[in-house]
């Protein structure tokens, strides 16, 4: 298995610009996390999604943020419109259980300039 | 409102030592605890867990402490080796079955040879 991949690894964009982040998360997981990684607030999480239904997104910022989950083996992330305070590692993680842990993507290094 | 808390940044500890890292957390509902590490440009993956029901569980030479009096959890290393260098965090879930994890922002442990 290849793990839990995320897409891009690095994005650099301007302010105002719409981005989109990509997860695939491991196939037989039925849960998947967005998470937010800062120096200052260490991993937070966005939203997550049990059987593609989005179970909690109070860690959503703004509405700035939306997230989706067409199907089990795909999710997006996006930010639209993008600000600098949006640069941040995204993180992807994916779940078969409270037992198993989390497996996370190697995530999505977000500069917004 | 952190409610998972690792108050010390960093940890530098000589090889073949014991390293401990600590964690307290506020919330009296969290009842499953773990640990993650992560290296530089990689996702968090996962260490070792424990239930609320345990106050120890050992794997190797990783060994979690749970004192839930005291609110508080720690992550042995014995002995500590330059493969351990790597931030590492603490994580909490509330009740029978849930997977939302809250982390704390993380501390970073290095080995000095």
């Known amino acids: 298995d290849a793990g839990v991949i995320q897409s891009p690894r690095h994005e650099v964009t301007e302010m105002g610009q719409e981005v989109t982040l990509r997860c695939k998360p491991i196939?037989?997981?039925?849960?998947l996390f967005w998470y937010r990684q800062t120096m200052m607030r260490g991993l937070e999480l966005l939203i997550y999604?049990?059987?593609?239904?989005?179970?909690?997104d109070s860690g959503m910022p703004e509405d700035r943020f939306s997230a989706k989950m067409p199907n089990a083996s795909f999710s997006t992330l996006k930010i639209q419109p993008s600000e600098p305070r949006d640069s941040a590692v995204y993180f992807c993680?994916?779940?078969?259980?409270?037992?198993?842990?989390?497996?996370f993507g190697s995530g999505t290094r977000l500069t917004v300039v | 409102d952190q409610q998972v808390k690792q108050n010390s940044p960093s940890l530098s500890v000589q090889e073949g030592r014991i390293s401990i890292l600590n964690c307290d957390y506020t919330?009296?509902?969290?009842?499953?605890f773990l640990w993650y590490k992560k290296y530089p440009a990689e996702g968090p993956t996962f260490l070792i867990s424990?239930?609320?029901?345990?106050d120890k569980n050992e794997d190797g030479r990783f060994t979690v402490f749970l004192n839930k009096s005291a609110k508080h959890l720690s992550l042995h290393i014995v002995p500590s080796q330059p493969g351990d260098s790597a931030v590492y965090f603490c994580?909490?879930?509330?009740?029978?079955?849930?997977?939302?994890?809250?982390f704390g922002q993380g501390t970073r442990l290095t080995i000095n040879p």
């Open positions: 993680a994916s779940s078969q259980g409270q037992d198993y842990g989390y497996t």
């Open positions: 196939s037989g997981h039925n849960s």
């Open positions: 999604f049990n059987n593609n239904v989005p179970i909690d």
């Open positions: 919330n009296s509902m969290f009842d499953y």
């Open positions: 424990i239930s609320s029901i345990k």
């Open positions: 994580a909490a879930s509330a009740g029978a079955g849930a997977q939302k994890l809250v």
